[in-house]
């Protein structure tokens, strides 16, 4: 292949992705935006929060785990 046959080809796939681009820019073209979030709410940077001592998560993962054994003591009615 000579070089001016490369760039002839290399123009003809660009002009096909340009295509491509517009008509998939052209779906969702309606003006309107969408998926944006709104801005969030500034919280002081000083502030702590869902932080736990690891006492707390001793006693929360002794409460679980206690009502977790308390559910699989109770009997399962049978699926008729």
Do not use: C, H, Y
């Not at 998926?35 to 409460?63: E, F, H, W, Y």
């Amino acid at each position: 292949m000579n070089f001016q046959q490369i760039v002839a080809e290399l123009k003809a796939e660009r002009d096909r992705m340009d295509r491509a681009i517009s008509a998939i820019a052209g779906i969702n073209s309606t003006g309107a935006r969408r998926g944006r979030r709104p801005a969030p709410v500034s919280v002081p940077k000083n502030r702590r929060r869902g932080r736990m001592s690891a006492a707390a998560r001793r006693k929360l993962s002794r409460l679980l785990k206690q009502r977790w054994a308390q559910g699989k003591m109770k009997p399962r009615a049978k699926a008729r």
